[in-house]
């Protein structure tokens, strides 16, 4: 597992998870990646501690695609990014793709492209992991951004139409066909929301990796434009991440036990 997205309806709490994912991962002792793609919210920068986002690959008033050096590789690693293009607080790295900033600016499609073109190339090590906030909706997918990643995480509250487009994006998770799917429900108030929502997932044959209940620090930090810290919701983060890292493991044993049964 070294490519995520995290995915979902618009308003679902997206750039939230993806915070506590990048928090919790880099104190697992990950170098961690948080590539903001949502060309809308600007707040991931805010959520992750930092005072400013940095230079975005996409900026309209620099006139449009920066193209790194770096793309010209074959293979790109984390250390050949040039400090230009992020900002970094400890084992997290900020990378954001671009914003909508200006009236008639354009379709975010050159911004897409660069994103898909840049997860291609990455080549990560062992103990490196990216993780995309992506915009709302299911655009990205056809974009053919999951094309390159490992895993997609969508994040669903307790309302049907949050279900309707997870039930959207495992599809067009499965017409991919190269990564794996996991649901995160979120903003969970009680035990009976979780319930009816498990049970319309799993309906849908909707894999959950867990939940996250309200948590009512979080809900400051977003109301203030604050760094998210220390909460309970972290905490049920970080069982999610193991889960996670356990499921990827158990999947690595199984291709690595299948290698070693198929004739030669």
Not at 239 to 262: F, G, M, T, Y
């Amino acid at each position: 597992m070294k490519k995520v997205t995290v995915c979902g309806k618009g308003g679902g709490g997206k750039s939230v998870v993806t915070a506590l994912l990048a928090n919790v991962l880099a104190e697992e002792g990950y170098t961690v990646l948080a590539l903001d793609t949502d060309e809308s919210n600007p707040g991931l920068y805010r959520m992750l501690g930092f005072d400013h986002s940095g230079t975005a690959l996409v900026e309209e008033f620099r006139g449009g695609a920066h193209i790194m050096r770096e793309f010209e590789l074959e293979k790109i690693s984390l250390e050949d990014i040039s400090s230009e293009y992020f900002v970094q607080k400890g084992k997290i790295k900020l990378i954001v793709a671009g914003k909508i900033n200006v009236a008639f600016q354009g379709c975010a499609c050159t911004l897409g492209a660069i994103v898909k073109h840049l997860l291609g190339k990455l080549d990560l090590k062992e103990n490196e992991i990216v993780v995309v906030d992506t915009e709302a909706g299911v655009e990205h997918f056809g974009r053919g951004l999951e094309k390159n990643v490992d895993v997609v995480l969508v994040v669903v509250e307790p309302y049907f139409e949050s279900v309707v487009v997870a039930e959207k994006i495992s599809s067009l998770t499965k017409q991919i066909g190269s990564c794996k799917l996991w649901a995160i429900i979120n903003n969970i108030s009680t035990q009976e929301e979780e319930q009816g929502i498990r049970e319309k997932l799993e309906d849908r044959g909707i894999k959950i990796v867990g939940s996250i209940h309200h948590d009512s620090q979080i809900a400051k930090a977003c109301m203030y434009g604050k760094a998210i810290g220390d909460s309970q919701a972290k905490e049920e983060v970080r069982e999610i991440v193991h889960s996670l890292l356990e499921k990827n493991n158990a999947d690595n044993r199984i291709e690595q036990n299948n290698d070693k049964s198929s004739p030669s």
